[in-house]
């Protein structure tokens, strides 16, 4: 369980990986297509390509994030998990999609997770390294059980998503509101 602070944290739920309806995140990922990097360009552009045809579903129901940033301009879609043609034991793939404006509070989950920036440039903090800034091209790693958030600012984000370890059914944990949504220096 994360480590950094001595109130109360709530459990988890488990995720539905469900379609649900994202239409009004999905629309604005046109504007991803200008900010990806000579690496990354060719399979954004075939994201972009397919994304009408991609199952795309929020983490988070609405109730859970009063008070907790701006969650709910994000959608999901696995290119391995439950419903895709590949679910691994271990492991969970995908893509990330944050609109502009995004406020990810500060959260923790069981798996590991890899970030890879694909387009767009967004704000990411955990609680050991603090706030830094990444854009297409880089790679977070975040260890299990760690606090971490992330913001984006006017432009959207994509991201390809890995989970891995265990207890990959479950939906993050946001940290409670009086423990600050958004640490400082977003
Ligand atoms: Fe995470």
New binding site residues.
Partial sequence: MPTDTGASVPQPGAMSFAQSDCSDVVRHMDRVAKTACPATKPLVDQLLSARDAVAWFQVYKPDDLVGKGKIDRTAVSLLAGPGAAFDPEHGRMGFYFLRDGVEYAP???APR?I?AILSGTARYWNEVSGWSAYGAGDVIY?LEHRW?A?TTCNEPVLILWA?IGEDLNLV?ILREEDQGSIPDGA
Avoid: I
């Fill in positions: 959260h923790a989950h997770e970030y975040t971490h992330m989970w993050p």
